[in-house]
């Protein structure tokens, strides 16, 4: 056990480099992508479009911009996500693989040039690199860097068994995550897509087979951590006041918790329809991106409300078939990463919405303006779209693709396992 | 335990028994999620939907429009007040997102200085900056396609006066507050500025009403009356320059001059001198410029008022039009004495027709004693009181249709010390005060045969729906002397004015009667200033009977001599060469 530090540290300086790890399902045999992934993307995509077109005119009013500002950038958004979709979907995620340093340095690279630029008005953070009329959010390039990174790593180290090995597994992790964190939460003052990295990462690691125990010690860091962030910003701790009680602050911090409340409650079962949301209308801060599912509960009622909702459970049920049914270790684990990200998104959205948590500033996946976050989020949909070509038809648990699993490789369901892996890899790895 | 396969043990459990517990975890979340909208949607649905229509419904006062004030020029009618939507541009300094380019563009088009624009924009206290007010329709729609950040306009109505500063004091103006301030403005308030309607809508969150929305209530405003005065425009405008020219000679700073009807009460022109620019009030600095004074400043009249007394003391029989007496040229009442000016003449016999023409004090005195027998006693103080008060109306507003009209002063009869000598004094118009307007109704009272008309300036009212109220000349009190005083004061007046001298002559078989008037003006530390004085006249010109009873008031002339006869004789003068040159006084039949 006490030389496993500077191992370990071996082992982090070469992560990327896929030298030592194959991935096995592309070897196995290809059949047709789960298209319910393609269809509640685009069902959620097209939501968005028709809730964000009919609410232009009423941004574009308050803002002092054309008619067709919001729903030309909307549909320019859509499509740039669609083709991201469409490349992802057919690149083999080997090449996502490989790629995890490229992706690292250009995400810390971005984190560098956003200090940069100007601090933004709103959020009195840099979270936004502007240039030439294209604002790009840096957190959601850091996520995809992460959602690669970690399931690589974390792949990597199971497969040479060193999943519950603490100085070799959790510490980098854990060191990684907290620069990560502290530059997302402190730099860029964006708790929420803090979470989503969190809930990321953590449930990439949880999945991967970290001990119980352990986890659970994590899972304890990780809410202090959360905690401490929250008390040591005037802001959030207004914000996280606001929360306990909302209605008694709706002039000022709680204002966009109560209008938030407000354009709920006043849906009632079926809504107001499609035109006829008033809280757009300049009652509630950003109608068309974070606050987009409270206007959709305005419009549509609780019909409209439940659906969505629902849609996102539909959504969450494919991926964890797709997750339960991939052989290969660091597939499994990126569709754990995008299982993680979007419901993550999904669920401290909605929770703010329904003032069942405090406000963040993030979107509702895939139907929310905004075209960093939509972009990068269907793009790692559709490398999911990708490995869902090669799932076994049954539940299986991961394969290790080393030495020991060649044991096992006759057995299962006889896909996937057609070649022999780096022994040395497995004797290096073995405790 | 070997790590290599991922079998689930107690403490260890399986990959994807991890996935479904974190699966569960957030089939959980969606089920809660669920059960949290169905309460906040359906169940407090009242409860929210009433907080978004308190947040989102908002009413609005629709400013009806105002009525237009208009008089007769000869047969037409002709607009006096009008009203202009114009514009107010206003900004929000929080919300101006390129303050140099904002600043230059606005000022291009309202004209203005661009850099007090943008020290304007730097405003951090407020968020509402008025940029410029009155701007046209086309400014406000240049502004309006600018789509500028922080910027808007916002309709106002405004008064517009096509005769300018005519009959200013009479019209009164509306102030910032859309409130009817002085003249007819401000006694017509409420007819002028009709019913505000009322909008009930759902509104954006800048109060601005979105489009049909069925929560929507409108109610129409219901437009303020159109008044039409009994103003006779040009008669009006030749009254205010004859006025002018008057005092201008006279050497005096302010007057006041009127025509009124005496068979309707209608007043005809009503002049008032200094005067203001109503559509510039607010440039007014000295707000006594705002009155009317014909109506709201009651002034001691001086021997005007002997006409009066002599109707009086006429209509009660103790005295006749040929009666004659001897006068000592002295009575001496509670220690103090009653005098003449010098041109009487010291004592001697005199009649009724000197008294008014020689202007005696003492003359007006013994009128006032023969209704008491012989002495000012309770008896003559009583009927004298009976006349003022109640048969010529001083003592209380008139209930003319103007802003701050005064009553005027009249001492009690039975109450105070000195009363025989305040009496004496009021005989001749001093001790008392009436406003000019007063003395003209009351004069009207005496020539037209006894009927006290109430003095009015509306003609006629014609409502939203053009239906026409005619204000019908109203006698407030009948027999206030008998027809034949009247004919009596009319003979004796026209005897007065026969007397004297004007320039140029009056030529023409014409009735025009008149009296002077000079009153001691009071000086406020008490006593009366030994040097000022006011002028005044009270006549009347017609052909059988009088047309037109006009009052004239000079203050404080500066070119010595009488101001009776020196200052307010000579305007009384024109004003009656004005009216027979121009508005067809007819001619006696009766030679």
């Known amino acids: ?431 | 335990m070997n790590p290599f396969t991922a079998r689930a043990t107690k403490s260890n459990p399986s990959a994807n028994q991890r996935v479904r517990f974190w699966y569960g975890v957030l089939m959980f979340i969606i089920i809660l999620f669920i059960t949290r909208l169905f309460y906040l949607q359906i169940i407090r649905h009242d409860h929210y939907r009433q907080l978004a229509l308190q947040g989102q419904l908002k009413q609005y006062s629709i400013e009806p429009e105002r009525g237009a004030i208009k008089a007769y020029s000869g047969s037409q009618l002709v607009p006096l007040v009008l009203n202009q939507k114009l514009h107010t541009l206003y900004g929000d300094p929080k919300l101006i997102i390129n303050s140099q380019k904002t600043a230059k563009t606005l000022a291009a088009i309202t004209k203005s200085d661009e850099s007090e624009y943008l020290k304007l924009f730097k405003k951090a206290d407020t968020r509402y900056v008025i940029l410029a007010k009155r701007l046209s329709e086309e400014q406000k729609n240049k502004i309006d396609d600018l789509k500028l950040a922080g910027i808007g306009t916002q309709p106002v109505n405004y008064r517009i006066y096509p005769q300018g500063t005519l009959a200013s004091q009479l019209l009164g103006f509306v102030n910032n507050q859309g409130k009817g301030s002085y003249g007819v403005e401000e006694a017509l308030n409420k007819k002028l500025a009709g019913t505000p309607g009322m909008l009930k809508a759902i509104t954006d969150a800048n109060g601005v009403p979105l489009a049909a929305s069925e929560d929507n209530i409108q109610v129409d405003p219901k437009a303020g009356e159109q008044v039409v005065l009994t103003i006779d425009v040009p008669m009006q405008k030749q009254l205010e320059r004859i006025l002018k020219e008057g005092l201008d000679k006279a050497k005096s700073q302010s007057g006041s001059a009127l025509i009124i009807d005496p068979d309707t009460g209608a007043v005809k022109a009503m002049a008032n001198w200094p005067t203001y620019d109503p559509a510039e009030f607010f440039k007014v600095e000295d707000g006594d410029v705002f009155n009317n004074a014909s109506v709201s400043s009651p002034l001691e009249v001086g021997s005007i008022m002997k006409t009066l007394t002599a109707s009086a003391a006429l209509n009660q029989g103790v005295v006749q039009p040929d009666t004659t007496y001897y006068d000592p040229g002295k009575w001496t009442l509670d220690g103090h004495n009653v005098t003449n000016i010098e041109e009487v003449g010291g004592p001697g016999t005199h009649n009724i027709a000197d008294i008014l023409n020689k202007s005696i004090n003492t003359g007006a005195t013994w009128l006032l004693m023969q209704m008491g027998g012989g002495e000012i006693n309770q008896q003559a103080r009583d009927r004298w009181h009976d006349y003022m008060v109640n048969r010529y109306g001083f003592g209380n507003p008139t209930g003319i249709e103007q802003g701050y009209e005064a009553g005027g002063y009249v001492p009690s009869p039975r109450k105070g010390f000195g009363l025989s000598l305040a009496y004496a004094n009021t005989s001749f118009g001093q001790a008392m005060t009436a406003t000019p307007l007063q003395m003209a109704a009351a004069l009207s009272s005496v020539v037209n045969g006894g009927d006290y008309y109430k003095p009015h300036l509306v003609d006629r009212i014609v409502a939203e729906d053009g239906s026409i109220k005619i204000n019908k000349p109203e006698i407030v009190r009948k027999n206030v002397v008998s027809p034949k005083v009247g004919r009596d004061i009319q003979k004796l007046m026209e005897y007065v004015v026969e007397k004297h001298t004007f320039n140029p002559k009056f030529s023409g078989n014409y009735s025009i009667g008149g009296k002077t008037g000079t009153a001691q003006i009071a000086d406020p530390s008490g006593g009366y200033y030994p040097d000022r004085y006011n002028g005044t006249y009270l006549g009347f010109v017609g052909g059988d009977k009088p047309e037109y009873v006009i009052t004239v008031r000079v203050n404080d002339p500066k070119i010595g001599g009488y101001a009776g006869s020196g200052a307010a004789q000579p305007i009384f003068g024109t004003i009656t060469h004005m009216l027979i040159d121009n508005f067809g006084v007819p001619t006696k039949t009766n030679q």
């Not at chain 1, 496993?4 to 045999?29: A, H, V």
């Not at chain 1, 006829?276 to 019909?303: C, N, R, T, W």
């Open chain 1, 1 to 431: 056990m006490n030389d496993k530090p500077r191992r370990s540290s071996n082992n982090l300086n070469r992560r990327g480099t896929s030298g030592d790890y194959k991935i096995l399902g592309e070897s196995g045999r290809k059949h047709k992508p789960d298209y319910w992934i393609l269809i509640l993307s685009v069902v959620l995509l097209s939501v968005g479009l028709v809730v964000v077109y009919s609410i232009s005119p009423g941004l574009a009013a308050s803002q002092n911009v054309s008619q067709n500002y919001f729903i030309t950038k909307q549909i320019i958004d859509v499509g740039l996500g669609l083709m991201a979709f469409a490349v992802a979907a057919f690149l083999p995620t080997k090449i996502w693989f490989r790629a995890t340093i490229p992706l690292v340095v250009a995400a810390i690279l971005a984190s560098i040039i956003v200090m940069f630029t100007p601090v933004d008005a709103v959020y009195q953070a840099h979270r936004w690199i502007r240039f030439a009329g294209i604002s790009f959010q840096v957190a959601e390039l850091i996520k995809l860097a992460v959602l690669i990174g970690s399931a690589g790593f974390l792949a990597r180290q199971w497969s040479r068994g060193r999943i519950e090995d603490f100085n070799g597994t959790l510490k980098p992790l854990l060191v990684m995550l907290i620069i990560i964190a502290s530059i997302v939460a402190k730099l860029q003052s964006d708790l929420g897509s803090t979470a989503v990295i969190v809930m990321m990462l953590g449930m990439m690691a949880f999945v991967a087979g970290i001990p119980l125990k352990r986890a659970l010690v994590f899972g304890a860091v990780v809410l202090a951590i959360g905690l401490l962030a929250i008390s040591t910003s005037s802001y959030r701790r207004e914000r996280f006041a606001t929360y306990l009680s909302p209605e008694t602050n709706c002039q000022d911090s709680g204002y966009q918790a109560c209008q938030a409340l407000i354009s709920v409650g006043s849906g009632g079962v079926f809504g107001l329809g499609l035109g006829h949301s008033v809280q757009a209308y300049g009652y509630l801060p950003e109608a068309s991106d974070d606050s987009i599912f409270a206007i959709m509960a305005e419009k549509f009622g609780f019909i409209g409300t439940a659906s969505i909702v629902i849609i996102y459970g539909v959504f969450i049920s494919r991926l964890k078939k797709v997750i339960e049914r991939t052989v290969d270790q660091f597939n499994r684990l990126i569709v754990v990463g995008v299982l993680a990200w979007l419901s993550t998104q999904m669920v401290i959205n909605v929770g703010a919405m329904v003032g069942l948590l405090p406000i963040k500033g993030i979107t509702l996946p895939l139907i929310s303006q905004g075209g960093t976050s939509l972009v990068f989020l269907t793009a790692a949909l559709g490398i999911v779209f990708n490995i869902s070509r090669y799932t076994s038809y049954n539940v299986t648990e991961p394969r290790n693709n080393s030495a020991q699993n060649l044991k096992t490789s006759h057995s299962l369901d006889g896909r996937g396992v057609r070649r022999a892996y780096n022994a040395s890899a497995v004797s290096r790895s073995r405790p």
